[in-house]
């Protein structure tokens, strides 16, 4: 497990190499909602909130991640951070509408008469 929901880590985490799963687990079932493979950024939330984890994060098979913390990036220069930051906030929002997008599909597919 790479973070867990619930955890208090103000960190944002880049897949350097493998892939991962992020999934909400209650006792043995574990429902997934999304994929993170190289490149991918994961962690803005809890970054930019300062609260807890909002899922799991689960390596499906060897990962390498590299983990700035958000005292690494306050100890950047300002206009540097706010390209961090806003581009977080892009990462955002395109989870956002992807997931407005399959919820938007499921209600299309259950349509109630």
Not at 21 to 35: A, D, M, N, T
Not at 36 to 41: C, H, N, P, R, S
Request: glycine share 8%; no cysteine; aromatic share 8%.
């Amino acid at each position: 497990m790479i973070v867990r929901k619930g955890d208090i880590d103000r960190s944002v985490y880049i897949i350097l190499v493998g892939s991962a799963k992020v999934l909400k687990s209650s006792g043995r079932s574990e429902l997934v909602f999304g994929r993170l493979e190289a490149g991918d950024i994961f962690g803005e939330i809890s970054l930019l909130r300062k609260g807890g984890r909002t899922f799991d994060v689960k390596a499906e098979i060897q990962t390498i991640v590299i983990s700035i913390t958000a005292k690494h990036i306050n100890s950047l220069p300002v206009n540097i951070q706010s390209k961090m930051k806003s581009q977080f906030l892009k990462i955002m929002l395109g989870r956002f509408e992807d997931i407005n997008r399959k919820y938007t599909e499921l209600l299309s597919k259950n349509t109630f008469e």
